[in-house]
């Protein structure tokens, strides 16, 4: 069974950075693709980022573009997400995602992950 944990979520002023870690782990664990989400209190879990196994494919939010950058190191089946000039409206759980089987489009959709971590706290302070 695959599992996800992430780790390096904090407080942090704005306009400060933060590397979030997701650590996968089962016997079959090889990711096609792997993403982050983000959920804050009221509002509904939304698309970050997400890459493919190659690492070539990157995908953001348009909210993120430019200050995000997600990464995957597939010898150590650990995904990050360096985040940089971070704003108040950043504040929110992450949650890691991973994704088996191919997939050609649709890398926003939450439905489209199989296996989730527990999320860290991410707070950014104005």
């Known amino acids: 069974q695959v599992q996800l944990v992430e780790s390096g979520g904090g407080l942090v002023q704005a306009g400060g950075s933060l590397r979030l870690s997701c650590a996968g782990s089962g016997r079959t664990f090889s990711p096609y693709a792997m993403g982050w989400f983000r959920q804050a209190p009221g509002k509904e879990r939304e698309f970050v980022a997400a890459?493919?196994?190659?690492?070539?494919?990157?995908y953001y939010a348009d909210s993120v573009k430019g200050r995000f950058t997600i990464s995957r190191d597939n010898a150590k089946n650990t995904a990050y997400l360096q985040m940089n000039n971070l704003k108040p409206e950043d504040t929110a759980v992450y949650y890691c995602a991973a994704r088996s089987l191919s997939l050609a489009s649709g890398y926003e959709r939450p439905a489209n992950y199989g296996a989730w971590g527990q999320g860290t706290q991410v707070t950014v302070s104005s």
């Open positions: 890459i493919r196994r190659s690492g070539d494919n990157t």
